[in-house]
């Protein structure tokens, strides 16, 4: 069967949440027996949000085949369980270059390149090419941006020409804002009805209109919306404010968006959706034993949503442990010899999080010192762990001054240091060590304890590593290397044995954890908190 599309487009407002509902739609389709794949289409010019600031996009997510992506392929891969890919999202950065490519290869035949055909058709490639291989029955395309901004347009042209070849086979969702006006005490659906009305003078018209509301939409409110917007009253559901969004697949049951979907694309529902074992991760999120609190010490702590993947992480995990997992928040730069021990007393376990750059580095220092010698359960991720070595070399080997040639190029104890492929690299963008590498554990270790198995395949994005050359005279001191990867020796893993629970990876566990299947080394370091 030749695969059909959704689309998914937001209007009013960004941040409505539209990788919500695309991954929530996938959900519900999956649990229903389709094959599904999430996509997502940004319209920034950047190639990829590698290069770009977390204050400005949020978490760089990485996928296997390392892509640096949007966060939104996070909660696609967190709701299904499948891995996204390259294919999975797409730029308007990374269409230009790809047309510009041709261009200059001559693919043209001397053609003037345009808007239309030629970014359009490269758009439609991009989105087609998931549902080449027959490998996926529906694939959902999520429109990044607000309709109406003028990046957006050549996205919402392709999906126009997508629509009109596919007919039948195709379905647009709109995500919409129905704001409430406490002073008058109504909800207003005028948004709605303009957001409309610009997707349809782009020549675009949506099937289903899903609401995003703080209060219950009435029936009168529903038929208002749809006699303006010409779509079935039927078709037009609301969105309500969830304490979680592991919640909205459950809503989107209840409106019957599947239902709708399946209808409109012409597929059998087969059956109801098998929701049982996300029904039992809610009540374990609701219905939880005991609490811990985990201080998350980074330098972007202002901006949850540059550590998404870790807090996400930490609400899989707790769920596992029938636990939940308070996060404190603590930006790096403010920890200070006078401050730490009270910042830190009350907390049962320390994660030192990823990033780049000098900014806030003591205070990591600071905050892994008191975790290595309170006895505190410590997890370190990419900078994490190797703050996790360099406080180990200066504190423990009394190495004054080992630091990261990152930090520090002159060092005279260069115990991080910038990976040999990595020397001759120029261009910033998509040149780290990205993706999945194989590592093979050491039996006894924690991490060979947490995965309970000796070979494993985590992702990374990193330049620099541990320097092998210190490698005996850490473990020699009680730092050991746990985890290789077995084509470099590069060290992926350290740890303490004497310490109550203190884990270093170099790579990045929190991409690959799921709510069917949590993080181990996220469940062990809450177990570690629990005990």
Not at 218 to 235: H, S, Y
Request: one cysteine or more.
């Amino acid at each position: 069967m030749a695969a059909k599309y959704v689309f998914v487009t937001g209007g009013v407002a960004s941040s409505l949440g539209k990788g919500i509902i695309a991954s929530s739609l996938a959900k519900l389709l999956q649990a229903r027996g389709y094959r599904v794949t999430n996509q997502k289409l940004d319209p920034y010019i950047n190639i990829d949000p590698g290069t770009l600031n977390p204050y400005e996009h949020g978490e760089c997510y990485v996928t296997n085949d390392g892509a640096e992506t949007d966060l939104d392929l996070g909660h696609y891969e967190r709701f299904t369980n499948i891995p996204t890919s390259q294919a999975n999202n797409i730029t308007t950065g990374r269409i230009y270059q790809n047309v510009i490519d041709k261009e200059r290869r001559g693919d043209y035949l001397g053609k003037t390149v345009q808007i239309i055909p030629h970014i359009t058709d490269e758009i439609k490639r991009s989105i087609k090419l998931l549902g080449a291989d027959d490998k996926y029955d529906v694939v959902i395309t999520e429109i990044g941006g607000t309709v109406g901004d003028i990046e957006s347009l050549p996205f919402i042209e392709a999906v126009r020409q997508l629509r009109w070849e596919k007919g039948e086979r195709s379905v647009l969702i709109h995500l919409t804002l129905v704001p409430y006006l406490a002073a008058a005490g109504e909800l207003k659906t005028k948004p709605t009805q303009h957001s409309v009305k610009s997707l349809l003078e782009n020549g675009v018209q949506p099937d289903i209109i899903v609401l995003r509301t703080e209060h219950n939409l009435n029936n009168t409110i529903r038929r208002k919306v749809a006699l303006f917007c010409n779509v079935d009253p039927e078709a037009v559901i609301q969105s309500l404010d969830v304490d979680t969004i592991y919640k909205v697949p459950m809503n989107m049951r209840d409106e019957k968006l599947d239902e709708i979907v399946l209808n409109q694309l012409g597929l059998p529902l087969n059956h109801e959706p098998d929701l049982e074992s996300w029904e039992r991760f809610l009540y374990k999120l609701k219905n939880y034993n005991r609490k811990i609190t985990v201080a998350l010490v980074g330098k972007y702590v202002e901006l949850h949503d540059a550590y998404k993947s870790i807090v996400e992480s930490f609400i899989h995990a707790g769920a596992v442990n029938d636990c939940k997992v308070e996060i404190k928040w603590i930006h790096s730069a403010t920890l200070t010899n006078d401050n730490v021990v009270g910042t830190l007393k009350d907390v049962d376990g320390i994660l030192v999080a990823p990033g780049f750059g000098q900014r806030g580095i003591e205070g990591k220092l600071l905050a892994i010192e008191y975790a290595r010698m309170a006895n505190v359960p410590f997890l370190g991720i990419c900078l994490g762990m190797q703050m996790a070595v360099i406080e180990f070399a200066r504190n423990v080997l009394r190495l004054e001054g080992a630091d990261s040639v990152e930090m520090a190029p002159r060092t005279k104890y260069p115990v991080i240091d910038l990976m040999e492929s990595q020397k001759d690299v120029v261009n910033k963008g998509g040149t780290m060590r990205l993706g999945a590498y194989k590592c093979e554990l050491k039996e006894g270790s924690r991490a060979y304890e947490a995965y309970g198995t000796k070979e494993i395949e985590e992702r990374h994005r990193h330049r620099y590593e541990f320097n092998s050359q210190y490698r005996k005279q850490f473990e020699d001191a009680g730092m050991l290397t746990t985890g290789v990867n077995p084509e470099t020796g590069l060290t992926e893993i350290i740890e303490i044995p004497s310490h109550k629970w203190f884990v270093g990876t170099q790579f990045h566990p929190e991409y690959k954890s799921t709510v069917t299947n949590p993080h181990p080394l996220f469940v062990a370091f809450v177990k570690a908190c629990l005990s």
